[in-house]
Every structure is written in C-alpha cells, then in structure tokens.
DNA sequence: ATAATCACCTGCTCGC
DNA sequence: TGCGAGCAGGTGATTA
C-alpha cells in the first residue's frame, strides 16, 4: 500500500482526530515488527499529548513533546481510528488509546512496518539522516536530479527510488513518473540530460500531488485513516498495465524487472 | 561510493 | 478442491 501520497493520506485522516489529546494507554498485543516495537514505548507515551502529526518520507511522526513516535507502515500496513470497544481484527498489532473514546489502531499483515520511539524527538535519528529531500518541496527539482545522477549507471527508475536522491517515490509512482516524462526506466541515470530531469522533476510532482488529492491509491484494500478507500488507482497510466495499449499512442505496454521490480513501460513513447 | 542480492512476513492468484 | 510457485505497495543489511 504506502507510497508518500497513502502515507499522507493516512496523517490527514488521523491527525484531526488525535490532535491535542492526550495517550491513555498504549497496548502492543504483537511488538515483532520490522524491528521490536521497545518495552519502555508505552510508559514514555502513556500521559503525553499530541502535539501534532508530520509526515517525513514515507514516516509518519506523533510528536509527544519531549519525546515522539514514529510509524512505517511497511508495504502492508495501516492507521485507521476506530471506538475503543471495536474487536481486534487479524493482524491488529497495537491500539493507542485517548482521551474522548479514541483509539488509534495499527494493522500490518506483513509486519514489514515497525513502531519507535524517538527520545527526545530528532532528525538525526539513523531512519531519518540519509533521507533526500521531499518531492513536494522547493528542495527538489531537475537540477538535483541532473546533479546526484552524473556518472551513475544504474537504471533511472532504481535511481528514482533511491530515498537518499529524492523520498517517496516507490515502484507505482516511479513508473507512473517516467512514463509522464517519456523516460525508459531501464536508461542509465547518468545519461540522462538536465531538460529531461527538469520534466521528471514535473512529472514526480504531478504524479504524487494527484495521487494525494485522490485519496491515495487503493491495492487490494488501503484505506486512509479516515476509511476512505483511495481513487488514484483508476487513473494509473502504466504501472499494472503490462500487455495493455499505451494511452497515447495504442503499442502494447512492455513489462520487465529492474531490482525486482516490476516495471512498465511503453516502447514507443517512452525512450 | 556504487550496484546487486538477500532478507524480513503474510496473503493472494495462478497453473497443474 | 488442493498444493506449490511466484508475486505484492518498502528498505536496511550484506556482498562484491
């Protein structure tokens, strides 16, 4: 599910609801995430107010004051609100409970996400430290993509998704930029010229804004913090459509790996 | 430093 | 209907 645009679709839907309550309880019926959910977590928590809920990457952040949790929600993963008496469902691995009848209820099939405690509250964190800047900031653009990219032989598209160039970007929103850009994925990053970078810079930024303003994109079942599914998925113009025709031109969409992933391209438009 | 591979998990789909 | 293989939104760790 998460790519940045389901990450901040999640915070928004959370955030209005757990603002400037305070953390009754924390319980954590499964702490075997991607790495252990920390003993001390629910103390250091429990009878601390939400100060706000950022976004960093693909991070969310509840800043307690003096100290701060910070979720990944894996591929599979989610946030939603639910009434504190609501049964636990499969894989609902920890409940923040709050003042006014909230709770906040993490679920992660996979438990490829994880739970931490940053104390106090800091970039500097080794998660957070090598993290490029925010697609969606004046931080990033075509310049800095031409820049980092020099020399470098891997494909754009492992270069796009590389969270020390540029965050955010994960497989369906890489391909759906480069498809925007006319970019083959598999071109060598460094071969790429400065004018082409600009329009991918474009394309990246397009491409999350939408997704963002759609709700996010729903596989099998994302649902944002609010339980709306997202709508993105409708609109999505390469990644999945492998076999398919290209939307601007009819040539049948090539489908190959790059690093595992799967990765769609069309052979006309796209060089 | 860069690039490729592995690993962590569960669930779903596909082909036999 | 059952069963194994392969694949899935991410990314740190480990190799060359």
Known sequence: MPELPEVETTRRGVAPHITGRKILKVNVYEPRLRWPVP???????????VQDVTRRAKYLLINLGENELLF???????????????????????DILLEGDITLRYNDPRRFG????????????????????????????????????????????TFLMDQAIVVG???????????LAGIRP????????????QALADAV??????????GGTTLRDFVGGDGKPGYFQQTLRAYGRGGQPCILCKTELKEIKLGQRASVFCPSCQR
């Open 114 to 157: 994880c739970l931490l405690l940053l104390n106090p509250p800091t970039q500097e964190h080794p998660l957070l430290r090598h993290l490029g800047p925010e697609p969606l900031s004046d931080q990033f653009s075509g310049e800095l993509l031409y820049k980092l990219s020099r020399q470098r032989k891997s494909p754009v598209k």
């Open 72 to 94: 990944h929600l894996g591929m599979s993963g989610n946030l939603r609100i639910v009434a504190p008496e609501t049964p636990r469902m499969k894989h609902d691995h920890v």
């Open 169 to 179: 970007v994960g497989n369906i929103y890489a391909n759906e930029a480069l498809f």
């Open 186 to 197: 598999t071109r060598p990053a460094g071969e790429v010229s400065l004018k082409r970078y």
């Open 39 to 49: 003993a001390d977590l629910p103390a250091a928590a429990e009878g601390k107010t």
């Open 205 to 214: 930024r397009k491409v999350l804004s939408d997704a963002i303003n759609m």
